[in-house]
């Protein structure tokens, strides 16, 4: 017997084609999204850079999360009916989200950018990766293979090179403030993410997201309420919180878990490697920032390093 097609299979393999074209082309669209999202995060550096010469680190970051929240909460409310409907224990993780990954986050990432350039912020926070995969081994007892060692000791010296600014002889003389709240994110985003692994067994990730935007914004207004106000506001501050609320929180959000539905957590945090070359070049065009050859040997190995920690062939 011939184990050519008969013409019924060849038919169904016509039908086949144009949804096999279609998914291809979803899938694309799905990819160029996720670059999308690396180039809406990137653009959250250079806005809070702007943001930041304005507003005190506690003002900026409730306002960019009571703009955030102004459109996630009616998404939350339409996609989820029982959306207030939680146990103490929801309640608390959902608290602990908002102090963690939007309260402490922001206060560190607000004021390290008030203090350094934003290419060199982003190669600071590109850790986070690597400071949650050391959470996880120590929380959950998770092993780390000996290539993700390596990848993550290259990201750490990357890192320690630019803070060095080139002389990791000196390092210790050459740290300063910015630097010191710019290394807070990885840890508070590594805490962020435990619990929101937590958060996630019984919240879809929109109702996790939002509440955790709400309750966040409102431990910053506790604060906030302290802060010195500015006199008057420059139009570039105003646009720079609503760029961070709508594109780089609620826009980014929806299109980043796009992503994670249609192919995965781990290929999805691959693009987020994309993050510090975004900055890289947004910060040189936008903000004239003038970048040292020291930070481009960093964003080397720091590029290197992550790519190596999110592998997942190893």
Same mark, same amino acid.
């Given at each position: ?14 039908? @086949?084609?144009?949804?096999? !074209?279609?998914? $291809? ?28 010469? +304005? ?34 224990? /929801?309640?608390?993780?959902? #608290?602990?989200? @908002? ?11 607000? *004021? ?22 050391? =959470? ?13 060692? &390596? ?6 010296? @990357?890192?320690? =090179? ?21 290394? @807070? #994110? ?6 962020? +993410? ?34 010195? $106000? ?11 919180? !609503? ?9 980014? =959000? &929806? ?5 994670? /539905?249609? &192919?995965?957590?781990?290929? +999805?945090?691959?693009? *987020?490697?994309? &993050? ?39």
């Amino acid at each position: 017997m011939s184990d050519r097609p008969g013409a019924g299979d060849f038919r169904l393999q016509l039908r @086949g084609a144009p949804y096999l !074209a279609l998914a $291809q082309n979803c899938l694309l669209l799905i990819y160029l999204k996720l670059v999308g999202v690396a180039l809406f995060w990137a653009g959250g550096f250079i806005a809070t850079r702007i943001a930041a010469q +304005t507003f005190g680190p506690f003002t900026g970051a409730f306002l960019r999360y009571l703009i955030a929240g102004s459109f996630l909460l009616p998404l939350a409310w339409r996609a989820t009916p029982g959306l207030w409907r939680m146990d103490r224990q /929801q309640w608390l993780r959902l #608290c602990l989200l @908002g102090f963690s990954g939007v309260f402490a986050y922001n206060y560190f990432f607000f *004021n390290g950018l008030k203090r350094m350039p934003a290419s060199h912020g982003a190669l600071v926070v590109a850790l986070n990766p690597a400071i949650v995969m050391l =959470f996880s081994a120590w929380r959950y007892g998770e092993r780390i293979q000996r290539m993700r060692w &390596i990848g993550m000791l290259l990201a750490l010296s @990357g890192v320690a =090179f630019v803070i060095a600014r080139g002389n990791l002889a000196q390092i210790l003389e050459s740290v300063e403030w910015g630097d010191a709240f710019m290394l @807070g #994110c990885p840890f508070t985003w590594a805490v962020y +993410t435990l619990v929101g692994k937590q958060a996630l067994g019984t919240s879809t990730p929109l109702v996790a997201t939002t509440w955790a935007s709400l309750t966040g914004m409102l431990f910053l207004l506790l604060f906030a309420v302290f802060e010195e $106000q500015p006199a008057s506001v420059p139009l570039e501050a105003w646009i720079s919180l !609503a760029y961070l609320g709508v594109i780089g929180t609620v826009l980014a =959000f &929806i299109w980043f878990y796009e992503g994670i /539905q249609r &192919i995965g957590a781990s290929r +999805t945090a691959i693009f *987020n490697n994309l &993050i510090p070359v975004f900055t890289l070049v947004l910060s040189v065009i936008i903000l004239d920032e003038q970048v040292p050859a020291y930070t481009y040997a960093g964003a080397a190995l720091v590029l290197t390093g992550i790519t190596m920690v999110n592998w997942k062939g190893w």
